[in-house]
């Protein structure tokens, strides 16, 4: 038999199914007979349209489905592949590394501009951890007298000139002394108490007396320094100009705050990196560092009393609106407002005597 001729017969038969077919044979579209068992299916399969290579490394894809599922449709004409657009190197980064690529350019740009804003930011102590600037005088010319202030919600932090921030200050140290707190609770405790108005005249400044929970000291003889400073002739209601009364409750007009070391840091910033208090005027807080009224400072020596008369008439000073001053002239006494804890020199006058009250 022609074995090639058959299978073109087959072919021209499946693409026309009204041809006269042999008996004993059926086609794949043919209908039963009646009475009669349906013809087995023929042997052969159809046939196999050519396939094209789509290119040297792809796959082979045929243009008509080989089981014949896509007779009588036109042949498929593969898609022509599109050529591969070359990415930029941005581009290929990105799509390997997803948008997180782009996160470390940029924390390198926002980390450097930090960094630059810190070592080009104020160093003189000037400005609150809130960014409110500090009305305290530190940058004064040399022997110029600072106004008084009459704005209570300042930060007062003790901070030299700005010229003294390019030396070592060693006089800052605190002095040899007892242990004292560096770490509380944050949390600060009224004392309990009053006392009677002290002065004949002038308004009224009602305050109370706190420690921060966790700060070891005696809270009694505390409250009562604190008083009893206050309430003297030459403290800050001398000759009727105001008065004080200590109270434990209603409303007050400041507060004196003993604190652990790391409070007065956050309560007062730390732009320098010694000990020193505050007057808080968002809080309302003359804030006394417990540092400092345990050792005191090295101007005052040994003299830890009189440093405590000094550090509670100065930050309770700028609870009254009071700025800082610098010395007058060499030899003469110090202002209350002076810095003193820093030291008793003036750039340009000359060294002031060491002196704790207002109006001495």
Same mark, same amino acid.
């Given at each position: 038999?022609?074995?090639?001729?058959?299978?073109?017969?087959?072919?021209?038969?499946?693409?026309?199914?009204?041809?006269?077919?042999?008996?004993?044979?059926?086609?794949?579209?043919?209908?039963?007979?009646?009475?009669?068992?349906?013809?087995?299916?023929?042997?052969?399969?159809?046939?196999?349209?050519?396939?094209?290579?789509?290119?040297?490394?792809?796959?082979?894809?045929?243009?008509?489905?080989?089981?014949?599922?896509?007779?009588?449709?036109?042949?498929?004409?593969?898609?022509?592949?599109?050529? %591969?657009?070359?990415?930029?190197?941005?581009?290929?980064?990105?799509?390997?590394?997803?948008?997180?690529?782009?996160?470390?350019?940029?924390?390198?740009?926002?980390?450097?501009? %930090?960094?630059?804003?810190?070592?080009?930011?104020?160093?003189?102590?000037?400005?609150?951890?809130?960014?409110?600037?500090?009305?305290?005088?530190?940058?004064?010319?040399?022997?110029?007298?600072?106004?008084?202030?009459?704005?209570?919600?300042?930060?007062?932090?003790?901070?030299?000139?700005?010229?003294?921030?390019?030396?070592?200050? #060693?006089?800052?140290?605190? #002095?040899?002394?007892?242990?004292?707190?560096?770490?509380?609770?944050?949390?600060?405790?009224?004392?309990?108490?009053?006392?009677?108005?002290?002065?004949?005249?002038?308004?009224?400044?009602?305050?109370?007396?706190?420690?921060?929970?966790?700060?070891?000291? &005696?809270? %009694?003889?505390?409250?009562?320094?604190?008083?009893?400073?206050?309430?003297?002739?030459?403290?800050?209601?001398?000759?009727?100009?105001?008065?004080?009364?200590?109270?434990?409750?209603?409303?007050?007009?400041?507060?004196?705050?003993?604190?652990?070391?790391?409070?007065?840091?956050?309560?007062?910033?730390?732009?320098?990196?010694?000990?020193?208090?505050?007057?808080?005027?968002?809080?309302?807080?003359?804030?006394?560092? &417990?540092?400092?009224?345990?050792?005191?400072?090295?101007?005052?020596?040994? &003299?830890?009393? %009189?440093?405590?008369?000094?550090?509670?008439?100065?930050?309770?000073?700028?609870?009254?609106?009071?700025?800082?001053?610098?010395?007058?002239?060499?030899?003469?006494?110090?202002?209350?407002?002076?810095?003193?804890?820093?030291?008793?020199?003036?750039?340009?006058?000359?060294?002031?005597?060491?002196?704790?009250?207002?109006?001495?």
């Amino acid at each position: 038999m022609n074995w090639p001729f058959v299978r073109m017969w087959d072919a021209w038969r499946v693409t026309h199914p009204a041809a006269k077919r042999p008996r004993g044979r059926a086609g794949p579209g043919a209908e039963p007979s009646r009475g009669r068992p349906v013809a087995a299916r023929e042997p052969f399969a159809a046939p196999y349209d050519l396939v094209r290579l789509r290119a040297p490394e792809g796959p082979l894809r045929a243009r008509v489905d080989p089981a014949g599922y896509g007779r009588g449709r036109p042949a498929e004409h593969p898609a022509q592949p599109r050529p %591969a657009r070359r990415r930029g190197r941005l581009r290929r980064v990105v799509a390997r590394h997803d948008w997180r690529a782009l996160a470390v350019p940029v924390l390198a740009v926002a980390t450097f501009l %930090a960094v630059t804003d810190l070592a080009t930011g104020d160093l003189d102590g000037s400005a609150d951890p809130a960014g409110r600037p500090e009305a305290s005088g530190a940058t004064a010319p040399p022997g110029a007298a600072v106004p008084p202030t009459d704005s209570r919600r300042d930060i007062y932090v003790d901070a030299p000139p700005a010229g003294d921030l390019n030396r070592a200050l #060693p006089f800052t140290a605190l #002095p040899a002394g007892g242990p004292y707190s560096r770490r509380a609770s944050g949390r600060f405790d009224v004392l309990p108490g009053s006392s009677r108005t002290y002065g004949s005249g002038g308004p009224l400044q009602r305050y109370t007396v706190e420690v921060e929970v966790g700060v070891v000291i &005696d809270r %009694a003889a505390f409250a009562v320094a604190v008083e009893r400073t206050l309430g003297d002739r030459r403290s800050w209601g001398a000759a009727g100009r105001m008065s004080f009364q200590r109270v434990d409750s209603g409303p007050v007009d400041f507060r004196v705050s003993l604190a652990s070391s790391m409070t007065v840091r956050k309560l007062c910033g730390y732009t320098l990196p010694f000990e020193t208090s505050c007057y808080n005027g968002v809080l309302g807080r003359a804030v006394i560092n &417990d540092a400092r009224w345990v050792r005191g400072a090295v101007a005052y020596r040994s &003299d830890l009393a %009189a440093y405590r008369l000094y550090v509670v008439n100065h930050e309770v000073g700028h609870a009254l609106g009071r700025g800082h001053e610098p010395c007058g002239r060499a030899g003469a006494l110090a202002p209350v407002m002076m810095q003193q804890t820093l030291g008793l020199d003036t750039a340009g006058v000359g060294r002031c005597r060491r002196n704790p009250w207002p109006y001495p």
